[in-house]
């Protein structure tokens, strides 16, 4: 099996060579004057099992050509099977028309990949379950909670409270609390503009809990920061931020680095600078790869 990285995660597309015994395709990516971006495979592929990793992250839409590019190189390089693994999926969150005039952005990336050529996808924590539905080839959505779920029992934290920063986010949440034996909480989160959320309800116990706030993404920090800021007006004692998805973009880190939370855990399905924020820690979906491949 031969893995090629795209340029958007070189760090765990090594990790997950090592870690999963896998040769790094050699490839060239650059990108022309004019923006274009080039791709040429340096490999032999013809009737080999290649695997293409690539996150969508900060550049999403040409993390996206990437791929589309390494799989249109591997088909017409005759590889025997082209599977991607792309730990965050982006344009998830337009997964339906929330309002007239707007694509499903979603099911048309989930379109162009398998027009590409990619047979299968390996993906983390889509934002919402029927994204999955979406493809006409598998998809394996690998869930981050039973990660978060050890990570915060190993620190025996007294009084858990799970909480969601929205209602879409609950059932995600609730599989979280499941796994700390712990009450869920839920916030009523709106958004009045892209990247403004105000909050208005508080649905639960808070009071003198230590609550750990679980999200499938941190953005801009929007939603994080005010949502800390809440659930210690309401009397939490501590507030601990878990995120699969460390996006990180515009005044991401500023607003982090201001709200109150005692930690904020994410996992490598994106680079994050983990020297920006102190109390910031990183989680590797290494070895949930490790079990699939
Ligand atoms: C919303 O549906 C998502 O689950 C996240 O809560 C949101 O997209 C995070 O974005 P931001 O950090 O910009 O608020």
Redesign the pocket.
């Known amino acids: 099996m031969l893995l090629f990285p795209g340029t958007s995660h070189p760090k765990l597309a090594a990790a997950v060579a090592k870690k999963c015994g896998l040769d790094l395709g050699k490839c060239e990516i650059k990108k022309f004057s004019g923006g274009e971006i080039y791709v040429r495979l340096l490999d032999e592929v013809r009737g080999e099992c290649c695997w293409i990793l690539q996150t969508s992250g900060a550049n999403v839409s040409d993390d996206y050509l990437e791929i589309f590019l390494l799989a249109d190189a591997l088909r017409r390089h005759d590889a025997r099977e082209i599977n991607l693994i792309i730990p965050h999926f982006g344009y998830a969150?337009q997964d339906r028309r929330a309002m007239m005039g707007e694509p499903i952005s979603a099911q048309l990336m989930a379109n162009l990949l398998v027009a590409a050529g990619v047979a299968r996808v390996v993906t983390f924590d889509l934002?919402s379950d029927q994204i999955e539905g979406f493809f006409s080839v598998p998809v394996d959505n690998l869930h981050c909670f039973p990660m978060f779920a050890e990570y915060f029992l190993s620190k025996k934290l007294p009084d858990l409270v799970v909480v969601a920063?929205?209602t879409?986010?609950a059932k995600i949440v609730q599989r979280l609390s499941d796994q700390l034996c712990a009450p869920l909480a839920i916030l009523h989160k709106t958004r009045p503009r892209h990247?403004e959320?105000s909050y208005t309800h508080v649905v639960g116990e808070i009071q003198g809990k230590t609550a750990i706030l679980f999200?499938?993404?941190?953005?801009?920090?929007?939603?994080?920061g005010p949502a800390v800021e809440v659930l210690i007006k309401n009397g939490a004692r501590e507030v601990y931020v878990a995120a699969t998805h460390g996006?990180f973009?515009g005044p991401?880190y500023e607003r982090l680095a201001a709200c109150a939370a005692k930690e904020i855990v994410v996992t490598d399905t994106l680079p994050v600078e983990e020297g920006r924020l102190a109390n910031l820690k990183v989680l590797s979906i290494v070895s949930l790869l490790e079990k699939i491949l």
């Open positions: 969150r934002h920063p929205d879409g986010a990247h959320v999200d499938d993404m941190i953005d801009t920090g929007s939603t994080i996006i973009s991401a």
